[in-house]
């Protein structure tokens, strides 16, 4: 089993930074690929990145790419996710998500979830 939890989310002019973080709880954490999921509302949850086990590759959607930044530090049983040069669209609720070696960009897929997080962007 592994437990999640979110922080750091907050309300954010445009073009600003927040980092997530997610705790994880487990001694197996280092065995899980960890990801950031987002969803707005009344939109499905979708796939925002993901690192693997040990941290050797890392994917994000198109969206984010070239802003956001995920890393993990398996010491301390958590994973960031560092967002710059934010947007009003990335105003969502963002959770953190967990698969054993590797995180799948179907939601539905991943085994362990967070709580979420609420990130707001003000135009």
């Known amino acids: 089993q592994v437990q999640l939890v979110e922080s750091g989310g907050g309300l954010v002019q445009a073009g600003g930074s927040l980092r997530l973080s997610c705790a994880a709880s487990?001694?197996?954490?280092?065995?899980?690929?960890m990801g950031w999921f987002r969803q707005a509302p009344g939109k499905e949850r979708e796939f925002v990145g993901a690192?693997?086990?040990?941290?050797?590759?890392?994917y994000y959607a198109d969206s984010v790419k070239g802003r956001f930044a995920i890393s993990r530090d398996n010491a301390k049983t958590t994973v960031y996710l560092q967002m710059n040069s934010l947007k009003p669209e990335d105003t969502a609720v963002y959770y953190c998500?967990?698969?054993?070696?590797?995180?799948?960009?179907?939601?539905?897929?991943?085994?362990?979830w967070g709580q979420g997080t609420q990130v707001t962007v003000s135009s």
């Open positions: 690192i693997s086990w040990n941290g050797g590759r890392t």
């Open positions: 487990g001694r197996t954490f280092s065995s899980y690929g």
């Open positions: 998500a967990a698969r054993q070696f590797l995180v799948l960009t179907t939601p539905r897929e991943n085994n362990y």
